[in-house]
């Protein structure tokens, strides 16, 4: 079967994550995914630590055959050429890519695609239904656009940082580069949308992605702007201020959690707890009360918890329906059969190696009936398509790349 996005050519000009991560997206459905690269530079993520290579995963690397698992991960189902951008003759290579690709995705600093000639502008004059996403730090408009930023900087920046961790700590970042990921996901769907559009109208347009905006869309559901008037403290935990008990809590043998989003979790947690007494006291029937006094509900919580044993915990609330999860290790979510049931964890290819890599990557978190999408080839060795790519893109012949590899435009 044809995948979703079958026939749609990208161009992809992004680096590091947030990019990377959007066209990753769009080459599982089917997108024809090419990624450009200076040819002396290279992508920045093909050889930097952690390295994947015969002798396994190290920070060193200990082999010609060694490649960083981030491209591993992040340049599947992708085809890679190399081309001078800052050449005019690499300029006028693109442009004539640029006629035959549907979309073209970077993220450069804001004004970096104008000096090289290669910004919306340009490439709508070479072909006006092209679809244009620049994706930047903080969006390719206001006073903040030309700061650098990274994941770090953009979480610290729309106040992420100063709501993760409990009351009283320093502020700290999500684990996971959150800005990024999530700012990639938007994109994806953003070019689809105007994919979409294109079908309908025939008109291309630009789409302007900022990782900061993407982030605040997804944290501001949350009404951070109520807590200093409901005298609650920025930085709750791991607790919603809607709900009373939701909270991690220890067992005997490590951690779950326990959440009660409703007055009848709340009513089941206690009849497993044993603890059908406080349905009489009007204080804990009352949700206000308790998000108030969070700290003697989760007292509650913890002495019959304490005693138990994860699996125990997680069997008697799962029979009664009460919203709970074990706190699992890194290597505990490697062998969840439900995660490997639904492939989000699937085997990582090594092409100069030939064979599989010491480590795992995600699988495609969407499940299309008719259309399913899936990476189907390893992240390719870099530059391994240019001569294949300009012949069907650039209308150059086999004898002409040569030279320009001569000259260094590729």
């Known amino acids: 079967m044809k995948k979703i996005l079958d026939g749609v050519v990208v161009l992809d000009l992004t680096r590091f994550f947030s990019g990377p991560q959007g066209t990753l997206f769009l080459s599982a459905m089917g997108a024809e995914v090419i990624k450009i690269d200076d040819?002396?530079?290279?992508?920045?993520?093909?050889?930097?630590?952690?390295?994947?290579?015969p002798h396994g995963i190290s920070f060193e690397r200990r082999s010609d055959k060694d490649m960083g698992l981030a491209y591993l991960k992040r340049a599947?189902?992708?085809?890679?050429?190399?081309?001078?951008?800052?050449?005019?003759?690499?300029r006028g290579i693109f442009l004539d890519m640029v006629a035959k690709a549907d979309v073209v995705i970077e993220n450069f600093s804001p004004g970096v695609a104008g000096r090289l000639g290669i910004d919306y502008a340009a490439l709508r004059a070479v072909k006006p239904a092209i679809i244009y996403c620049a994706l930047t730090g903080y969006g390719s408009t206001g006073l903040s656009k030309d700061a650098k930023a990274y994941d770090l900087m953009v979480q610290a920046a729309v106040g992420f940082m100063s709501m993760t961790g409990h009351p009283d700590e320093p502020p700290v970042k999500a684990a996971s580069p959150l800005s990024d990921a999530i700012s990639g996901a938007f994109a994806a769907s953003g070019v689809i949308a105007a994919l979409l559009h294109r079908e309908r109208t025939g008109e291309g347009q630009a789409i302007d992605v900022s990782m900061a905006d993407c982030l605040f869309s997804l944290i501001f559901d949350e009404p951070i702007d109520c807590y200093e008037r409901l005298d609650l403290a920025p930085r709750q935990?791991?607790?919603?201020?809607?709900?009373?008990?939701?909270?991690?809590?220890?067992?005997?043998?490590?951690?779950?959690?326990?959440?009660?989003?409703?007055?009848?979790?709340?009513?089941?947690?206690?009849?497993?707890?044993?603890?059908?007494?406080?349905?009489?006291?009007?204080n804990m029937m009352q949700i206000g009360w308790r998000i108030v006094n969070n700290t003697v509900v989760d007292r509650v919580v913890t002495d019959w918890t304490e005693r138990r044993t994860k699996d125990e915990i997680i069997e008697a609330l799962g029979r009664a329906g009460v919203p709970c999860s074990p706190v699992r290790s890194t290597n505990e979510v490697m062998h969840w059969p439900q995660l490997l049931e639904r492939e989000m964890i699937v085997p990582l290819l090594n092409p100069l190696t030939g064979t599989a890599a010491a480590a795992s990557a995600p699988g495609f978190p969407i499940k299309f009936s008719r259309t399913p999408a899936s990476y189907d080839s390893p992240a390719p060795i870099p530059g391994s398509h240019t001569e294949e790519i300009l012949i069907r893109f650039a209308n150059l012949s086999p004898a002409e790349v040569p030279q320009l590899r001569k000259d260094g435009i590729i």
Not at 39 to 53: E, I, K, L, V
Not at 263 to 275: P, T
């Open 39 to 53: 040819p002396r530079s290279g992508d920045p993520t093909a050889f930097a630590p952690p390295f994947d290579g």
């Open 76 to 90: 599947r189902g992708k085809k890679s050429i190399t081309l001078d951008l800052k050449s005019e003759r690499g």
């Open 237 to 282: 935990g791991n607790r919603v201020m809607r709900f009373s008990p939701f909270n991690a809590f220890r067992a005997s043998d490590g951690w779950v959690v326990i959440g009660a989003a409703t007055h009848a979790d709340w009513l089941a947690l206690l009849e497993v707890m044993g603890r059908s007494d406080l349905k009489d006291d009007p």
